[in-house]
């Protein structure tokens, strides 16, 4: 079932969900969080991190896995997903590093590939599946680095990236798309629907035209986010801009 959730602003919509994950953790310490990046989540994570100083989100006994990493990118590099999440949230929480699991973007071609996506799949099998994925939504209704295609991977692959995606990604490479990376690895659009609970958050009138086909259009490859009306608890909260063209 698709539940759809207002708020004003932004900033009341990641205070509502960090509260929403402070008490998944409460209730569930051993909590298997899927996590994304992208700007949607930045004040989710500062509002976490901001909890976690309170006192009132443990993460101490909490797994997480990222959703994608960008190929060709090492995890100590500044401009990786894994910097990005280490400077808003990792390195502000109590997660043991042991439990941060994350693509690795720096193997090498061909058969390391498979090897590094079949690696993450079973990492999230041994863990017992991901308990409650946050997701953010692309312009083009993209999920992880699952592109609008004729067709989706099922599992964790390589994926090469739209040029609006690239674009998208600049301000993480100097603003020079050129920069960006032509492909990424990224969670298959079934490994995202096997987690038991999913929250989907897009904000700004720019997502708005995603979110109306991603809730009332066909489920197609050609818009991925749609997938997500054939799981049976997923979450999908926005701001006002964002709900705009919903009825
Ligand atoms: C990032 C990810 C992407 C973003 C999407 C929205 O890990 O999986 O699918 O969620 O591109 O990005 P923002 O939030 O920057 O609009």
Redesign the pocket.
């Known amino acids: 079932m698709t539940r759809v959730r207002i708020f004003d602003s932004p900033a009341a919509l990641s205070r509502a969900l960090a509260g929403h994950v402070a008490r998944a953790l409460a209730a569930h310490p051993a909590i298997v969080l899927g996590l994304?990046?992208?700007?949607?989540?930045i004040p989710l994570y500062r509002e976490l991190v901001r909890l976690h100083g309170a006192g009132r989100a443990d993460f101490s006994r909490a797994t997480t896995f990222?959703?994608?990493e960008f190929l060709g990118v090492g995890a100590t590099d500044p401009r990786s997903?894994r910097a990005f999440m280490q400077t808003h949230l990792f390195d502000h929480v109590n997660l043991s590093a042991r439990r941060i699991h994350f693509l690795n973007g720096a193997v090498g071609p061909g058969r390391g590939v498979a090897r590094e996506c079949d690696r993450y799949e079973r990492a999230i099998e041994r863990a017992g599946g991901i308990d409650l994925q946050i997701?953010?939504?692309?312009?083009n209704g993209?999920?992880?680095?699952n592109e609008p295609a004729r067709a989706l991977a099922a599992r964790t692959h390589s994926a090469r990236l739209k040029p609006a995606?690239r674009r998208?990604n600049a301000p993480l490479f100097g603003n020079r798309v050129g920069a960006v990376p032509r492909e990424a690895l990224?969670m298959g659009m079934a490994t995202i629907l096997h987690a038991r609970r999913i929250v989907l958050l897009a904000t700004g009138s720019m997502?708005a035209r995603s979110v109306e086909r991603m809730i009332a259009g066909p489920v197609t490859p050609r818009l991925p986010a749609s997938f997500l009306q054939l799981h049976r608890h997923v979450d999908i909260w926005l701001d006002r801009a964002a709900a705009r063209n919903l009825g």
Not at 135 to 139: A, F, I, P, R, T
Not at 142 to 145: D, E, P, S, V, Y
């Open positions: 994304a990046t992208g700007r949607t989540p990222n959703l994608d997903y997701l953010g939504l692309g312009m993209h999920i992880g680095f995606t998208a990224s997502k």
